[in-house]
């Protein structure tokens, strides 16, 4: 994004110009199954569902004419503006403690040789390839009023009756970062192997200890990959719709439950188009801007930083 | 700082011996699972100083360097900067200064704040460390690059921008880990020069850690040879050309040939194949050590002590020839300038002479230094 030299000279092109006909080509055919999958399967059918965001009636099936009442009536309703605005909240403070618990797990991986790497990474992705849904439902057992937690709290009279634990806010957002946490700890972890170790011992001989190591040497140089953890940990958040609404319940609200709720149960295609084109814009200009914002601050005193 | 005159005067005696000493290592030793990579090493460098770690590759010269700046601790021994022991200080607390390798520079900020890290870590005010990066990038001459970033700089302003940082905060020691190993064979013999020249106005101690002997004997006020672990000698650079305590150090150091053979009754060297130099040296089985210089062509007057080489390797250094020889079943080496069109080749016979007055034969179980 913010390239310093220009290598290629007129000459060099002119030289190269087959060549590089001959890469395009290739590219072109590598490219090709990808493109058709996601145009027939993704492109498509949100461009049809952006058609029925502006749908008149409630009814997917007699949807004919043009007309922006679902979105004024998503922006006349206060309620929905504050489920937006809580859905970014909370997709910010899931992706805040990802961070602060993936960082020093990806970092510690990162400095690891290679062989001891592989099976804690492979621990570190495992989750992942469980459905979301038996996770959920394993998080169901611990949380429970009569689950493992509200068990071991109350023998250990830390509590002297059952909490409330399901159905809250904290619950979603700790079952959220369970889930995200690998997506954070990866996009660290692939960074910082970058980062060459004798940059820490430059430091630690001019002076500065771990605390300002870390500060000042790895961290800077770990931006990139700790924008890409924190953009994939938001995104994922905001999106998500199992997790508040079988943890969270009626009472959390998330867009994406809400959204999926709106659909599913009341077939209102229509309203749950014009939410998820909010949301999928809001968040789109959000992390755009977010990441204007942090790449700014890496321009320090004129000098660019190549991300 | 109080003092009675009598106890001032004992510590200016001992300031000649031990205040002097900025760098000491007592008996280091490093092991690592079953390989020993230090063993025993002492060695110490005086204010002021240019001491030069060499020997082969693998000998421990890199983790007697690393140990000396903390970044390796030392399985025994003791390693004291300016007669403090530190030998369990982390590197920060050290008062190291390192030219790495790689250089190390810190790729996210400019030369100036490259320069500056330091001197931030020690609390240096805003103004004095200004002044002081200037002062630095002039040393090393350039200061017109202080605001681009080391990806836009080449190798060898890289590695003075390196060495500036390292000299900023005024360090009691300057490390070198072979600084000039990334550099082109001609912009190495600069750099080391320019180097040279820029410890000997600063008047930093330096360590400095080399595989090449040629940049050991120009650079250095001493050379320490290791091999395998081990100090083999210390040393001037003339000390240890003329002088080499051990055949390793006489092989390591200018392309000796050794002989094994023994000194008989009369004083003469019979070598094991046959070679016989007279001579009037210790009696006794040894290792006699010929310098490529010390043997030359025969010339006509000197028909009576020539010996008849066979030449069995030739190799062309332009401004000489360096021939391996077989005498009398000995391989020698020698280096000639040949006029043009008339080098040697293999198995070519040449008629040549020893000057045995500057032979060195060092007795069969070497006396370490
Ligand atoms: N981290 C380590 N683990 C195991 N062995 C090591 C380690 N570091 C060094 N060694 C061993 O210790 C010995 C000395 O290594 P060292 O790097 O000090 O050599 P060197 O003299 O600097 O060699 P070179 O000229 O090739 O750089 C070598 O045999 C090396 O294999
Ligand atoms: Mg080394």
Redesign the interface.
């Known amino acids: 994004m913010l390239t ?1 030299y220009a290598p290629a000279t007129v000459k060099d092109r002119y030289v190269r110009e087959p060549l590089l006909r001959h890469r395009i080509v290739t590219a072109a055919l590598l490219l090709a199954p990808m493109v058709l999958l996601l145009v027939g399967f993704m492109v498509v059918p949100v461009l049809q569902l952006l058609r029925s965001s502006f749908l008149p009636s409630s009814h997917l099936l007699d949807g004919t004419g043009f007309s922006l009442v679902q979105y004024v009536r998503f922006f006349s309703d206060p309620y929905y503006s504050s489920v937006l605005l809580e859905t970014f909240v909370d997709g910010l403070i899931v992706s805040l403690i990802c961070l602060v618990l993936g960082f020093p797990m990806g970092y510690s991986l990162a400095r690891l040789p290679p062989l001891a790497r592989r099976w804690r990474t492979i621990i570190v992705i495992m989750p992942l390839t469980l459905s979301l849904v038996v996770i959920v439902f394993g998080w169901l057992i611990i949380l429970g009023r009569n689950g493992l937690l509200n068990s071991v709290l109350t023998s250990l009279y830390i509590v002297s009756s059952p909490k409330q634990l399901l159905f809250t806010r904290p619950a979603v957002l700790v079952v959220l970062v369970q889930q995200f946490l690998p997506f954070m700890i990866l996009s660290i972890m692939s960074v910082v192997t970058q980062i ?1 170790p ?2 820490e ?9 771990r605390f ?1 190591t870390f500060r ?2 790895i961290v ?2 770990a931006v990139p990959g700790i924008l890409v953890g924190f953009n994939l940990v938001f995104v994922l958040s905001i999106s998500a719709f199992i997790t508040p609404r079988l943890i969270g319940g009626s009472r959390v609200a998330m867009l994406g439950s809400l959204i999926y709720e709106r659909m599913m149960s009341e077939l209102n295609w229509p309203s749950g188009a014009a939410m998820a084109f909010v949301l999928f814009v809001s968040g789109l200009g959000f992390t755009a801007a977010f990441n204007a914002l942090a790449a700014s601050r890496l321009i320090v ?3 660019r ?2 991300l | 700082m109080l003092a009675s005159s009598k106890e001032y005067e004992n510590m200016e005696d001992t300031a000649q011996d031990v205040g002097d000493l900025v760098v000491q290592l007592q008996s280091v030793s490093r092991h690592y699972g079953e390989t020993v990579a230090v063993a025993n090493v002492s060695l110490d460098a005086r204010r002021g100083e240019l001491v030069c770690l060499l020997g082969p590759s693998g000998c421990g010269k890199t983790t007697t360097l690393r140990m000396v ?3 390796v601790e030392p399985t025994s021994g003791t390693i004291s900067i300016n007669s403090i022991n530190m030998t369990h200080q ?3 607390r050290r008062d ?3 030219v ?1 390798q ?1 250089y ?5 900020m ?1 030369v100036a704040e490259n320069i500056a ?2 001197l931030e ?2 609390k240096w005010p805003r103004a004095e460390r200004e002044s002081r990066v200037k002062e630095m990038l002039k040393l090393v001459e350039l200061s017109h690059l202080a ?1 681009r ?1 080391p ?2 700089l080449s190798g060898g302003q890289q590695q003075r921008i390196a060495l500036a ?2 000299l900023a ?1 005024r360090p009691a020691v300057l490390l070198l880990d072979e600084p000039f190993s990334n550099l082109d064979a001609q912009l190495r013999v600069r750099m080391r020069e320019e180097l040279r020249e820029v410890i000997r106005g600063v008047n930093v101690t330096t360590l400095f850690v080399t595989h090449d002997q040629e940049e050991a004997l120009t650079m250095s006020d001493r050379i320490v040879v290791m091999n395998s672990g081990q100090v083999e000698q210390v040393g001037t650079p003339g000390e240890i050309y003329e002088a080499p305590a051990t055949p390793f150090v006489a092989k390591f150091i200018g392309w000796c040939s050794l002989l094994q053979g023994t000194v008989g009754a009369d004083g003469t060297f019979a070598s094991i194949a046959g070679l016989r130099l007279a001579g009037k040296w210790g009696v006794g089985p040894g290792t006699a050590v010929i310098r490529p210089e010390q043997i030359k062509l025969a010339t006509d007057g000197a028909a009576g002590q020539s010996l008849s080489a066979r030449v069995v390797q030739s190799h062309y250094y332009g401004a000489a020839t360096r021939l391996v020889l077989d005498v009398d079943g000995e391989r020698l080496t020698m280096q000639e300038r040949f006029p043009f069109g008339r080098h040697p080749t293999h198995g070519d016979l040449l008629s040549i002479t020893i000057n045995t007055n500057e032979i060195r034969i060092l007795p069969s179980t070497p006396a370490k230094s």
């Open positions: 310093q060459n004798v940059l011992q430059a430091a630690a001989n001019l002076r500065a200890n300002v000042k040497v800077p140089l005193g004129g000098r930083y190549a | 700046a903390g970044f982390p590197p920060y190291t200064g390192m790495f790689s190390a520079l810190f790729p996210h400019t890290f330091g870590n020690l605001q970033v990806s836009q940082r390292a905060m």
